[in-house]
């Protein structure tokens, strides 16, 4: 979270919570149908729903994109749910990048880092 400049906006006492992946879309079935229990979600949706997949799934938190904030209704919701939502300055495929730079990957291979993708790594 600190090596990415990430805004802490809900759930900060989740932030200890594992990270087995991440997952980038804004496509709520997308989501749904292709993430994994423990990943971080990066996305610029910014209502109520993104709260329910990442309940849903088992998310680890979500993380907006292009400096966008969430709505009251989806900051109250992700703190009632326990749900980390940060926000990021960064356009989603420098995130994106980023976060595989520090060994993060989808949680289905390895890095030419060689670190395992189903490793798990600390919000």
Known sequence: MRAIGLEVRSARDNLDREVS?????????????????????????THVNIVAVAS????????????????????????????????????????AGRLFNLGLTAGRGKTEAGTAGGGRQQA
Do not use: C
């Open 21 to 45: 992946g991440a997952y980038a879309s804004d496509l709520l079935s997308d989501v749904i149908a292709n993430s994994s229990e423990g990943h971080l979600w990066i996305t610029l949706q």
């Open 56 to 95: 849903m799934k088992g998310l680890s938190g979500i993380v907006l994109v292009n400096g966008r904030e969430p709505a009251g209704d989806t900051l109250e919701k992700a703190e009632a749910e326990g749900i980390p939502l940060m926000v990021s300055r960064l356009p989603t495929f420098e995130l």
